[in-house]
């Protein structure tokens, strides 16, 4: 039995608690929030003990849950990888390079598990065109793309304060950062363009930004919290061929020399880590793959039992906060930024 802790009982703690209190083999033991009233709230949901010192919670579990806001994140990290707790933590990684160089440091001096939550990588249609474009079906890499509008308002939270958040690109854009580069690989250029839409608005909620792979092919990104309109779509172009999925959740394939088709669901829904698509029996079940639709804390839990690596480590959270950093540089300046990916 997984004996689990929660630090940061907002929206993104309540999320993961309730969908880890449903595995079998995870117990909630304690959860911590420097706001009592929000700690014993959930505690009382998941009848647990509730704190506000995060290293109570610590001391009491074998694995922790880092729902903080960023800026909070490097002492609890540290203090739970010295104590040997394994660590499922919220995007992103940091606010900068450098609290995430140490972070790293940190980690590597320890024996721990970490797991950062870019759950896009977990997500249908998402997973579906990654995997797709892996396994070579559509050649080589010509566009990869997301478009994701959100409806929220940062002056309501500490969202609205710049060096908090990071803004849009970071808070929310960098899911879709990480995607991108989980699809295309490492990132050598970006150009990007920001807006603050609504009065007293005080950190970007508008991001376009197109991303060049050093591997050849680009990639965009357009994120919005402005609730003028929701949307949702995402593709990859290759050179034998695309996928592209619009808000309505249609998975659309197209292959060269192929006329358009839509995608099986239940099929899509049946990719392996290593790209290969699974397939649909008489009898309705899908053959062939491993580890289908494994959730995030699923996959959590399955790295502690198994003793596995989790698939999204604290070095690929650095290069998305790079990546991201440089688009906020890019919107500043006017100019294209060059990075270098670790």
Known sequence: MIKLG???????????????????????????DILKDKATKLA?????????????????CDAVLICTDPKCRLEIIETAAQAGRDIFCEKPIALTV?????IIEVLEAS??????????????????????????QLGQLVNCWTRRYMAMDPRKTWHNFQAHSGGVALDFGSHDIDWLMWTGGP??????????????????????????????????CDVSWVDTVSESSVGVIGTNGGLAVDRTGAVRRKLVGCPEELMDVE???????????????????IAGTAQENESIQEHFVRCIEEDITPAISARQGRDVLEAVLAINESARTGKAVEIGVS
């Open 44 to 60: 009382d949901e998941l009848g647990c003990s509730a704190e506000t010192d995060f290293r109570r919670t610590i001391e009491d």
């Open 98 to 102: 450098q609290e995430a160089d140490k």
């Open 111 to 136: 024996d721990v598990k970490f797991l950062l939550g870019y759950v896009l990588r977990f997500t249908q249609p998402y997973k579906l065109l990654r995997d797709t474009f892996s396994s070579g």
């Open 267 to 285: 099929a899509s829904m049946a990719v392996d880590p290593g790209g290969k698509i699974g397939t649909k029996q008489a009898d309705g079940s």
């Open 187 to 220: 990132v050598n250029r970006v150009f990007a363009q920001t807006a603050r839409v609504r009065e007293n608005v005080q950190s970007d909620e508008h991001t376009q930004a197109m991303l060049v792979f050093s591997a050849g092919g680009m990639g965009c």
């Open 6 to 32: 929660i630090v940061g009982c907002g929206g993104m703690g309540n999320h993961h608690a309730r969908a880890f209190s449903k595995l079998e083999g995870v117990k909630i033991v304690s959860v911590c």
